[in-house]
């Protein structure tokens, strides 16, 4: 793909500085359905006849209603003992309850009455060994979000285990809370409250912070007029042989911030925002696939100072449709390239800094035609990574000269399997090594992505104002 950088090559030192150091017993459940039609707990599988899994996966029967709880990470199911092949289950194997139940398991256990079963992510084909199955313009505009609630991975260290029973893990926080229709949600991770929307005028988060003399609150959005999806997957002998996955409605970028330091500390937060916005499309060939959109967020500051406050805003249009398309092992993007600035982020730059302060934001949007849920979601996936840097030079240089300055980027990744941020995974597998298990001979660590991926420059661009020496203006 092309990487076009445009307007002038100029750029400060601590923007420069900025962009490489942040680099790019469980609850009773309640009723099985979510109150809109959909189950709780997604949809059981009903394979058609031109459909083969692979042999370990073990179809439970029941669907939802089998389901008792779900611990907030989705890695723990407390299932019904009575359920059709819940018997089969073993360490090693595949369960395949529901569209969104969906994992290796890891171990098993008995308590309470549960069936206590342990997984951990499995890719398309190691659930399905040969199909095929596609759809067109499929319209993204009846969302079901699904929130985690307060998963191990939203908190900066990993909770204390429990032991056989799982008790005590389970009882960090709630299970998952039932899924509503709509795309806003609100919930919390590593300090921030976070609010996700989709899909009129487009898919972003707001986010606030307030501790300890540190204040940042904003608005991340990919744009989006009205969006639709197609996709096709073919799978022979366990491999995928053709993946393509298309969704358009012309798109843009748009951000808002402020912030603000008076006496805080810097810091620098990666995180998978704790929502899944779901747009189940029923049983295709028998499975039930879904199209899931879920985001992630990093914010990191660089402020030269312990008082100041600077804010900005801008908009750009920048793509008729995303997706890419693979086939006889060859790869290629399909985004439709059409960037214009609205508004302009670095002209929006003002504020009252003391001294310089500086703000990366880089925001993700993944979109995912697959089977299970949050972090463990597996399929066909493209995400586009805005990355949102700025810098404002110190209010007492003003009479000569308030240097601004803004770079911007935009990455586009994609594969076939699945991919979950390491620091998430190192999260996940440190609750994991603190659970005793009961019929594996060790609960063994989650790898934090499977599958064949790619990626490719959509955009990239910085500029610094006014054009003079001391803002870090390239000569001549």
């Not at 389901?67 to 890695?75: C, H, K, M």
């Not at 819940?86 to 595949?94: K, N, S």
């Not at 898919?203 to 744009?223: E, I, K, N, Q, S």
């Not at 998430?424 to 063994?444: D, T």
Request: net charge positive.
């Amino acid at each position: 793909m092309r990487r076009p950088v445009r307007g002038r090559r100029l750029l400060t030192a601590g923007l420069v500085v900025l962009l490489v150091v942040t680099g790019c017993g469980g609850p009773r459940p309640g009723p099985a359905d979510a109150g809109d039609g959909e189950p709780r707990y997604g949809q059981a599988p009903v394979p058609g006849k031109d459909v083969t899994l692979q042999p370990d996966v073990v179809l439970v029967g029941g669907g939802s209603r089998t389901v008792r709880s779900v611990s907030p990470d989705g890695l723990i199911w407390r299932l019904d003992p009575g359920a059709r092949d819940a018997d089969r289950l073993a360490p090693g194997r595949v369960m395949f309850l529901t569209g969104r139940g969906v994992g290796r398991v890891l171990d098993l256990a008995e308590e309470g009455g549960d069936l206590v079963v342990t997984i951990g992510p499995v890719t398309l084909t190691e659930v399905i060994r040969d199909g095929t199955f596609g759809g067109d313009d499929v319209t993204l505009d009846r969302p079901t979000v699904y929130v985690a609630g307060e998963p191990s991975w939203t908190r900066d260290a990993a909770a204390a285990g429990g032991t056989l029973g799982r008790a005590r893990p389970l009882a960090v926080a709630p299970a998952q809370p039932p899924p509503a229709p709509g795309g806003q949600a609100a919930a919390s991770a590593h300090g921030y409250r976070v609010r996700t929307f989709c899909c009129a005028g487009g898919v972003g988060t707001h986010f606030t912070y307030d501790d300890g003399g540190l204040r940042l609150a904003g608005t991340v959005t990919l744009t989006v007029g009205r969006p639709a999806a197609s996709f096709h997957l073919a799978i022979g002998a366990g491999k995928v042989t053709r993946a393509e996955l298309e969704i358009g409605g012309g798109f843009g970028i748009k951000v808002d911030f402020t912030a603000g330091i008076d006496g805080g500390q810097n810091h620098r937060r990666t995180f998978p925002v704790p929502v899944d916005i779901a747009f189940p499309i029923g049983l295709v060939a028998g499975l039930p696939l879904s199209f899931t959109v879920s985001q992630t967020l990093e914010v990191a500051t660089a402020f030269g100072a312990k008082l100041g406050t600077f804010r900005g805003s801008g908009e750009y249009a920048l793509a008729g449709k995303l997706g890419f398309g693979y086939a006889g092992g060859q790869v290629g993007s399909r985004v439709t390239e059409g960037f214009a600035r609205r508004v302009s982020l670095l002209d929006s730059l003002t504020g009252v800094p003391v001294g310089v302060m500086g703000l990366v934001v880089r925001h993700g949007v993944r979109f995912t035609l697959g089977i299970s849920a949050f972090l463990f979601t597996a399929g066909i996936w493209f995400e586009l990574v805005t990355s949102y840097g700025a810098t404002i030079g110190s209010a007492l240089g003003a009479p000569y000269a308030l240097c601004r300055g803004v770079g911007l980027g935009v990455r586009a990744r994609f594969g076939i399997g699945y991919r979950i941020l390491e620091p998430v995974v190192q999260v996940i597998n440190k609750f994991l090594s603190l659970l005793s298990p009961s019929r594996a001979p060790r609960i063994p660590p989650i790898v934090a992505s499977a599958g064949p991926s790619w990626s490719a420059d959509v955009y990239r661009n910085q500029e610094v104002i006014p054009p003079v020496s001391i803002c870090g203006q390239v000569p001549g």
